[in-house]
C-alpha cells in the first residue's frame, strides 16, 4: 500500500533554515506529482507546494514563495522541502501528499506530518 | 487565488441524523475540481470526494458531494460515530491549490 514518511521536522530559530523529506513507497514513484501540505497548530489546512512528476514544474503558495523550495529525487523516492528564513508563523505540521497525476492535484495519500517549530 | 468559505463553522447534530456543508468559492472551479477531506485530531485527513461528487475507495454511499461553478455541498445522511470529525474542502482547478477554513461536525 501507499506510504509516505515525512522526516526532519524539529526546533529552529527565526531566520534558520530547515530540510523536510519525505520517503515515498507503494506505488510507482516517478508518475505522480507531490506537494506540501502544513497545518498550524489548532489551525486549518494550507497548500504549500506542488511538483511535477519529473520535476519540470512547481508551484508555490505566495506565503512562502522565494523562501521555499520543492525537489525530489526519483532515483530515491524521496520529496524534498528546503525551508530557509524562516519565521514564527511558519510553526506547522507538514505534510507531504500524493495526487493524482494530471491535473488531478487532489491527495489520496498522506504521510504521517513532521512538526516543525520555529522560536527562539 | 481562489477563496473557499465553508459553512457554518460548526454543525452540532446527533447520530442517525443528516449533514449538510457548504464550501462556496470566490470565482468558479475550473471543471469541478473540488475535493472534499475529513481530519480527525492527532491525524492526517482522508480524501472523501473528488470531482465535486466522485467518491473515493472505500467511502460510504451515505456520503455524498454535489455542486458546481462557485456551490458546492458534502452531504452525509444517517451520521455515525466516525462521522463527527473537521471536514475541509479544496479547489484542484488553479493554483495556488487552497483549502476552506473548515466545518467541525460536532456530536449534540
Known amino acids: 500500500q501507499v506510504q509516505l514518511v515525512e522526516s526532519g521536522g524539529g526546533v529552529v530559530q527565526p531566520g534558520g533554515s530547515l530540510r523536510l523529506s519525505c520517503l515515498a513507497s507503494g506505488f510507482i514513484y516517478s508518475h505522480y506529482g507531490l506537494h506540501w501540505v502544513r497545518q498550524a497548530p489548532g489551525k486549518g489546512l494550507e497548500w504549500m507546494a506542488f511538483i511535477q512528476y519529473d520535476g519540470s514544474d512547481k508551484y508555490y503558495a505566495d506565503s512562502v514563495k522565494g523562501r521555499f523550495t520543492i525537489s525530489r529525487d526519483n532515483s530515491k523516492n524521496t520529496l524534498y522541502l528546503q525551508m530557509n528564513r524562516l519565521r514564527s508563523e511558519d510553526t506547522a505540521v507538514y505534510y507531504c501528499?500524493?495526487?493524482?497525476?494530471?491535473?488531478?492535484?487532489?491527495?489520496?495519500?498522506w504521510g504521517q506530518g513532521t512538526l516543525v517549530t520555529v522560536s527562539s | 487565488e481562489i477563496v473557499l468559505t465553508q459553512s457554518p463553522g460548526t454543525l452540532s447534530l446527533s447520530p442517525g441524523e443528516r449533514a449538510t456543508l457548504s464550501c462556496r468559492a470566490s470565482?468558479?472551479?475550473?471543471?469541478?475540481?473540488l475535493a472534499w477531506y475529513r481530519q480527525k485530531p492527532g491525524q492526517a485527513p482522508r480524501l472523501l470526494i473528488y470531482g465535486a461528487s466522485s467518491r473515493a475507495t472505500g467511502i460510504p454511499d451515505r456520503c455524498s458531494g454535489s455542486g458546481s461553478g462557485t456551490d458546492f455541498t458534502l452531504t452525509i445522511s444517517r451520521l455515525e460515530p466516525e462521522d463527527f470529525a473537521m471536514y475541509y474542502c479544496q479547489q484542484y482547478g488553479s493554483s495556488p491549490f487552497t483549502f476552506g477554513q473548515g466545518t467541525r461536525l460536532e456530536i449534540k
Open positions: 501528499a500524493k495526487d493524482l497525476g494530471g491535473y488531478q492535484h487532489y491527495f489520496d495519500s
Open positions: 470565482q468558479r472551479v475550473s471543471s469541478s475540481f
